[in-house]
């Protein structure tokens, strides 16, 4: 059974924010303008103002509201007001209110505009992912072949009482087969060697 206090919790007041909203302008500027066009349509609903009216919201309720500073929202009416998608007025009333107008017509041309953006760059990280995992690939085949040619002769650890020669001489190198465990037998005309897996080779 649900725990009712939580389902009280969530079912109080809640904003609903588009995601494509918040994916073409961020999520406080999504808020911002999803709290101010809820407040338009309640005012429109109840008959105080028509589509095409100005109508007034603190900057401290909406903060009280929101959470979002006063400062964050003169740079958010700033933002929407170059889109075309905002106009404001200020009121000569105390305490100061603005007054805005809000196209919702310019709101939808932005969305558009900056989800083409937004697209775009999504489609290029998956590029970059796809083609670092591809180097990373690439990589790994890399060292393993590395290994395969560096690490041909292994001196065995094995005590010898054999003098070393003190001169260079050239010696050849036999691999007989491979024994049970995939392991070349390698040895060397003077010294003995460890076996190499062989599947380092493969």
């Avoid at 805005?100 to 310019?106: F, P, S």
């Avoid at 990373?136 to 690490?151: R, W």
């Avoid at 005309?189 to 599947?199: N, T, V, W, Y």
């Amino acid at each position: 059974m649900e725990n009712r206090e939580l389902v009280n919790f969530l079912s109080g007041r809640f904003f609903m924010i588009s995601e494509r909203l918040i994916h073409a302008v961020g999520v406080e500027r999504a808020l911002w303008i999803t709290n101010l066009f809820g407040w338009r349509g309640h005012l429109i609903g109840s008959s105080k103002i028509s589509e095409d009216d100005f109508f007034y919201l603190t900057q401290s309720l909406v903060t009280e509201k929101t959470d979002i500073s006063v400062d964050k929202q003169t740079a958010f009416i700033k933002y929407f007001q170059e889109a075309e998608v905002l106009e404001v007025r200020r009121g000569n009333v105390l305490p100061a209110k603005n007054f805005y107008r809000i196209d919702a017509v310019k709101l939808i041309e932005l969305v558009e505009r900056n989800m083409v953006e937004y697209d775009q760059r999504k489609k290029e990280k998956q590029e970059q992912k796809k083609l670092k995992e591809e180097n990373n690939q690439s990589d790994g085949d890399l060292a393993k072949t590395s290994v395969c040619k560096t690490q041909t002769l292994v001196p065995s650890t094995k005590p010898t009482t054999e003098k070393l020669p003190t001169v260079p001489v050239k010696h050849s190198i036999n691999i007989n087969n491979i024994d049970n465990d995939k392991h070349i037998l390698i040895s060397f005309k003077d010294k003995s060697l460890k076996s190499i897996p062989s599947q380092l080779c493969e």
